[in-house]
């Protein structure tokens, strides 16, 4: 099973200059074949995202603009991460409970995601998550 030591930030490649930053996502970034990708905005600062762990899905977290903290937990250990850096992507395998929350003002959170939406593959139960993975 995995556990949070799974969980990783990964560097995205970037170039700049003095036009500005172009970071690049190649196969090479990710540990999966991206499905989906979609992301939060408009974000109250006092509002709490994600809630919940997957069977199938492994994602890539990545602070576009803006930073918030991911919050996550194998069921044993925990930690909390802040993303604020748009070349910096934290991947999360599947069993492993997350949370997203402080949000700044403005900030934008993508999510690549390793398979399409399907409802049937979210643990949103925190007691059904720690059966899952105990
Ligand atoms: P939810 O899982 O609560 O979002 P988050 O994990 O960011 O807190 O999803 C919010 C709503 O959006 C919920 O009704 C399911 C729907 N949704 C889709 O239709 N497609 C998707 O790809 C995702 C991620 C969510």
Redesign the pocket.
């Known amino acids: 099973m995995n556990t949070i030591e799974h969980v990783k930030l990964k560097e995205i490649p970037k170039v700049h200059d003095e036009r500005g930053s172009l970071a690049v996502i190649e196969k090479e970034v990710i540990p999966f074949s991206i499905k989906?990708v979609?992301y939060?905005y408009d974000v109250p600062s006092d509002s709490f995202?994600?809630?919940?762990a997957h069977k199938e899905q492994q994602s890539v977290i990545i602070a576009l603009s803006g930073s918030f903290d991911v919050f996550v937990d194998d069921g044993n250990s925990k930690k909390r991460i802040m993303l604020n850096k748009p070349n910096q992507g934290l991947y999360i395998p599947t069993h492993i409970w997350r949370e997203i929350d402080n949000f700044s003002s403005g900030a934008v959170c993508l999510v690549l995601a390793s398979t399409t939406?399907d409802e049937s593959e979210y643990i949103r139960d925190y007691k059904d998550f720690l059966l899952a993975v105990r």
């Open positions: 989906r979609y939060l995202r994600g809630g919940h939406y």
